[in-house]
């Protein structure tokens, strides 16, 4: 479905990646494809090695690298990155497996234009591990949680979520696998929300086509979204 209040003009995405990035080449396809209304302006990591940084380079889009280990503290590294995101000019700054506890100032910064995937359904299983902890608690559903990044770790507004059956036979690997697969649909499907002028977060929460969404989320079941 299009929505009426479409803008016709393109946003503008930084992307931050720590790892191989397979989140942002979702994004650099569905961008390609103009699925999702907008350009990735520069891909950007603390990893020098990223291998995202070379995804980003094969589809021609400005890579950096600024590698935390150069600098004496979290809020020194925080700041020239948050500088260098500026200098893009953003509407939308993206976290694609961005390994780094972000300060509360850079937070705010960005807030309202930076969002975030969890592989967990948040709220539960914040932090790391999440597979491993949601098979030894014996649950019945894991998945993923896209959300709003705020100052709180994995504690911002929830988005979208996925979820995905823990099957006697999963283990930490399979359940990941499966869990993935889910974050490269729900993932671009809540920034094309966004850029498409739909989706927003303010004082009064995530709201999606002026709609207030639930606190867990709009679970995702491939077809247009229901709170």
């Known amino acids: 479905m299009t929505n009426s209040t479409q803008s016709s ?12 990035g397979s989140n942002l080449q979702s994004f650099i396809d569905g961008c390609a494809k103009s699925e999702i209304n907008a350009t990735v302006s520069a891909v950007i990591s603390n990893n020098p090695d990223a291998g995202g940084l070379e995804r980003a380079a094969k589809a021609g889009i400005p890579n950096l690298a600024i590698d935390h280990r150069a600098f004496e ?10 500088e260098l995101i500026d ?3 953003p509407d939308l700054v993206i976290l694609a497996g961005f390994m780094r506890i972000l300060t509360p100032g850079f937070v705010d910064h960005f807030l309202g234009r930076m969002m ?6 948040l ?6 591990h999440t597979h491993r902890r949601a098979i030894e ?38 359940l990941a696998s ?9 993932y671009p499907e809540a920034v094309r929300w966004f850029c498409d002028n739909r989706l927003r977060m303010d004082n009064d929460g995530v709201k999606l086509d002026n709609k207030p969404v639930c606190e867990s989320g709009i679970i995702y079941n491939s077809s247009e979204p229901t709170s």
Do not use: C, M, W
């Open 9 to 20: 003009a393109s946003k503008r995405l930084v992307i931050l990646v720590s790892g191989g």
């Open 73 to 82: 503290s979290r809020e020194s590294f925080d700041l020239a990155l948050s």
């Open 87 to 89: 200098s893009f000019n």
């Open 116 to 121: 975030n995937i969890h592989p967990s359904l």
């Open 123 to 128: 709220p539960a299983y914040p932090g790391l």
């Open 137 to 174: 608690a014996g649950d019945k559903k894991a998945g993923a949680t896209v959300h709003f990044v705020t100052p709180e770790l994995d504690g911002g507004p929830s988005i979208l979520q996925a979820q995905v059956t823990i099957e006697n036979s999963d283990d930490e690997s399979s």
């Open 178 to 186: 499966k869990v993935l697969a889910y974050e490269h649909k729900i």
